[in-house]
Structures are given as C-alpha cells and as structure tokens.
C-alpha cells in the first residue's frame, strides 16, 4: 500500500515527500526517486485520482491551440490585426478569421477592430517559432464592449473557471454580469457597475484563496453577503 504523505491543494516545495510507494503516480512537476514521489517545484499540489501534479504559483501565459484567451488590439496591418496575448508572444487576427465580410484591398480596418479594443478569440495556431494565430469565429468569441478588464494569475484560471465552470457561473448567477476568463490570465465582466465590482472582488478571492479547501463554499457565503441573496 502506499501512503500519500499530503493533503490535496496544499502548497509544496522542492524536495517535499509527497507520497511513498508504488501506488501513486508522478505527474507534472514531481519525480518518482525509488518508490518516493518528491516535488520538483513550488506550487499547489493537485491530487487526481493516482496521481500527483503541482500547479505553479506564479509564470507568465505560455500560448497553446485551442486555448480561449482575451486580447487587445495593439496594430493593424494590411491583413489583419496584431494582439496583445498577456504573454511573450504576440498574435495575428487575420481579416479571413475575424469576419466572413467582403473587404476591399486597403479598407480601414479599424472599422471591426480599432487600436485598444478587447476580443475574446481562439489559438487556432502556435509554430515552433511561437507564432500564434487566432479566431474569432465560433460561439463566445468577439469584441468585447464596454465592461471591465481585470488580470489574474494564470495558474489560478481553472481555480475561477471551476469544475464545468461551476465557479464563474455562480458569480454570473449571483451578479447578474456576463463575464469571460481567458486562458492567458485576463478577465472581462460586464454589468450594473456596482454588481462589476462584487464579481471582480470574487474572482479576485478566488485567485488569493485559490489554494484552501472548502472554497466554493467561501466563496457563496461571499456572494449571498453581497448581493444579499441566497444562491443555491
């Protein structure tokens, strides 16, 4: 039998022993030294079912395909639009993926996306050289208007998303707001001002508290204070 010598969602450090015998898995950021599981890093260790990974603390967005993201418009070029990705790398909206209208050769762009707009777009593509490529086409992505941007730690993303996004939709619930979370670590909630203030304080709890147990719970008794009403 093993035995695993943590609690999940504790916070470890390199070298902690986190589980001894064969019945436990290494996973990202952990390392199997005979039958011990030893921690290669800081971080929130997440125990899912055998096995043993840590979520780093802190580090900046590494672009992957697929990922939902929230950028700005930063440049437009004669075929696209430059986008800031909260990351290392930028990235190219081209005309062909960001609206199926006809546009003329030298049209002004900035008639779909002006210089500081916000989009919530889609990786389609990340090269080797980490040129990243994105969409807007698809359910939920589009220019984000009016509301507000918050950033947050981009390890802490899953902790605000939740399980099926049962965290974000009980702040959408309790708020009223319609709120987006990018994979890159930037937020946008849009609603009554007032209700905007509560849903970024919540997101901004969960991301401090993201690694103590019971959080969802935390979190409910939050909203009902603040909105004043019971959320079931």
Known sequence: MGDLLINNKEI?????ELAHGMDYLPGAGTYRDKDIIIAS????INVDGRALKIIPLSGKYMPKSNDVIIGQIVDITFT???????SAYPAMLNIRDATSD???????????FNLGDYVAAKITNVTSQKLVDLTIKGPGLKKL??????????????????????MVGMIKEATGCRIVVGQNGVVWVQGEPKNELVA????KKIENEAHMSGLTDEIKKFLETMVKEVIK
């Open 102 to 112: 006809f546009i003329n050769r030298g049209a002004d762009l900035a008639q779909y």
């Open 80 to 86: 696209g639009w430059r986008v800031e990705t909260n």
């Open 145 to 166: 208007q009016g509301g507000r941007i918050i950033f947050v730690n981009t390890n802490k993303v899953p902790r605000i998303i939740g399980k099926q996004g049962s």
């Open 200 to 203: 970024i304080e919540a997101v």
């Open 41 to 44: 890093r800081l971080g929130l």
């Open 12 to 16: 470890v450090v390199p070298g902690e």
